[in-house]
């Protein structure tokens, strides 16, 4: 079945404790994101990739980092995690180019007290 | 700056009304347009798309979009909803012509329906 998978798909930490959260597709898609979805403010851009070794910033990459270093796999770090990244995470993926949507993971809850 | 606009938050209708949502976007091009779908508790599914040719889009579950430029609009509608229909639905636009397509989301628009 051709998904996008994430885990966790809760999570809680503290604040300060590293954390990373996974991210792989099966569709062999290009492109991957990662979004972060608050009440209010729809879904917003933390980081994407265009192919393997190519990362670039969205519109709030503060506090996150990410690695692309197989098709796959997208994982997203949160090197020092703080209470203001508590939000619904997801990740997503797509062959690219004007004819295609995002395929979206499940999601991943976390949480940061 | 580009960016997608929702006038509604929250919607409440009762089955078998008519649902119409307003979505709006800042000139930016050429752009590509999608509403996506979020039953309480998933993740997003794609509703419908609108790249070129008729403006008026039909997707999954009974839903339509319309795509009207010089208004810079994309609402989607349903003749007649269900419970089932209970979700947040967000509009989606991506600017540009090729490469890499950025998804800009609207703020989303929460909707409930009473049987």
């Known amino acids: 079945e051709a998904q996008v998978t994430q885990n966790p798909r809760y999570l809680i930490t503290v604040t300060g404790k590293k954390l990373t959260v996974t991210c792989s597709q099966n569709?062999?898609?290009?492109?991957m994101s990662w979004y972060r979805q608050d009440p209010g403010l729809g879904l917003r851009q933390i980081y994407y990739?265009?192919?393997?070794?190519?990362?670039d910033k969205g519109d709030v990459p503060e506090g996150y980092k990410v690695s692309r270093k197989e098709k796959r796999n997208f994982p997203l770090i949160l090197e020092s995690p703080s209470p203001n990244q508590t939000s619904l995470y997801f990740c997503?993926?797509?062959?690219?180019?004007?004819?295609?949507?995002?395929?979206f993971g499940s999601g991943t809850r976390l949480t940061v007290v | 700056a580009q960016s997608v606009s929702q006038h509604n938050h929250h919607v409440i209708l009762s089955e078998a009304a008519s649902l119409e949502l307003g979505c709006n976007y800042s000139?930016?091009?050429?752009?590509?347009l999608f509403w996506y779908v979020q039953y309480p508790g998933q993740h997003l599914q794609l509703l419908l798309k609108?790249?070129?040719?008729?403006?008026l889009v039909k997707g999954i579950k009974g839903f339509e979009a319309e795509f009207i430029k010089s208004k810079f609009s994309f609402n989607l509608r349903k003749p007649s909803v269900q419970w089932s229909d209970t979700a947040e639905y967000f509009c989606?636009?991506?600017?540009?012509?090729?490469?890499?397509?950025?998804?800009?989301f609207g703020a989303g628009t929460r909707l409930a329906v009473h049987p």
């Open positions: 609108y790249f070129s040719g008729d403006p």
């Open positions: 997503a993926s797509s062959f690219g180019g004007r004819d295609y949507g995002y395929t």
């Open positions: 569709m062999n898609h290009e492109y």
């Open positions: 990739s265009m192919n393997v070794e190519v990362t």
């Open positions: 989606a636009v991506n600017y540009g012509s090729g490469g890499y397509n950025k998804l800009i």
């Open positions: 000139y930016g091009g050429t752009v590509n």
